[in-house]
C-alpha cells in the first residue's frame, strides 16, 4: 500500500509561484508513474501533470510553460514547481500514483488547495 501525502498548496497572487510537494510512503517509490492532478470548484478531475518512472514528463496545455513536474526516487518525492499562476489554477491539487501495468492512478492523496487570488 502506498500513502501520499500532498502540502505546499496555499494562497497566491495571480502571477505568483507555488511549488507543490508529494511524499510517499510505502511500495518502492521508483517503480511508480507519478501524477497531478486537479479539480476545480465545479468541474472534472483534469490531469496536470505526469512523469514516469524513467523522468519522461507531460503537462496539460493549460499549464504547458508554467509548470514542470520532477520527481526526487531517493526521499520519494515528487514536485509540481507552478509559476505566472492564475486564477483559473485555483483547485484542490492531488498527487496520485500508478503502478506498472495500471492504466489509471492506483493511490492517490488526500489533495491540497491552491486558491489563486488578488
Known amino acids: 500500500q502506498v500513502q501520499l501525502v500532498e502540502s505546499g498548496g496555499g494562497l497566491v497572487q495571480p502571477g505568483g509561484s507555488l511549488r507543490l510537494s508529494c511524499a510517499a510512503s510505502?511500495?518502492?517509490?521508483?517503480?511508480?508513474?507519478m501524477g497531478w492532478y486537479r479539480r476545480a470548484p465545479g468541474k472534472q478531475r483534469e490531469l496536470v501533470a505526469a512523469i514516469t518512472t524513467g523522468g519522461t514528463t507531460t503537462h496539460a496545455d493549460s499549464v504547458k510553460g508554467r509548470s514542470t513536474i520532477s520527481r526526487d526516487n531517493a526521499r520519494k518525492m515528487v514536485y509540481l514547481q507552478m509559476n505566472n499562476l492564475k486564477p483559473e489554477d485555483t483547485a484542490v491539487y492531488y498527487c496520485?500514483?500508478?503502478?506498472?501495468?495500471?492504466?489509471?492512478?492506483?493511490?492517490w492523496g488526500r489533495g491540497t488547495q491552491v486558491t489563486v487570488s488578488s
Open positions: 496520485s500514483a500508478r503502478r506498472y501495468g495500471s492504466s489509471a492512478p492506483d493511490y
Open positions: 510505502g511500495g518502492i517509490f521508483s517503480g511508480l508513474a
